[in-house]
C-alpha cells in the first residue's frame, strides 16, 4: 500500500501533463492536417517561410503550385502552409 502511494503524484502529473500539453497538440495538429487536405485552387494562404499567394494549382498529395505575383509560381510542400487567409467557394454542379 505504501508503494502505492508514492506512485499516485507521479501518475496525477503524468495526466496533468497529458490534458495540459499532448492533448491540445494533438488536436492542433489534427486541425492543421484538416486545413492542408481542403486546399483548392484560388485560396489565399501563407507559408511558414512567410510568403503570401494564391493557390494556382493543386498537383498531387503533396504539392500545390502558389502565385506569389503576376506570372510568378513557386511550388510549395502542402504541409509548410500556415494559414488560409480566404478560402474560395467550391463550384457549383
Given at each position: ?84 487567409i480566404s478560402k474560395t ?5
Amino acid at each position: 500500500m505504501d508503494s502505492f502511494a508514492q506512485f499516485v503524484p507521479l501518475i496525477l502529473i503524468f495526466a496533468i501533463m497529458y490534458l495540459l500539453l499532448i492533448r491540445p497538440q494533438q488536436k492542433k495538429l489534427k486541425e492543421h492536417k484538416a486545413m492542408v487536405e481542403a486546399l483548392r485552387r484560388g485560396d489565399q494562404v501563407v507559408t511558414q517561410g512567410g510568403l503570401i499567394g494564391k493557390v494556382a494549382k493543386v498537383k498531387d498529395d503533396n504539392e500545390i503550385e502558389v502565385e506569389i505575383a503576376e506570372g510568378v509560381k513557386v511550388r510549395v510542400v502542402r504541409s509548410t502552409v500556415a494559414q488560409v487567409i480566404s478560402k474560395t467557394e467550391p463550384a457549383e454542379g
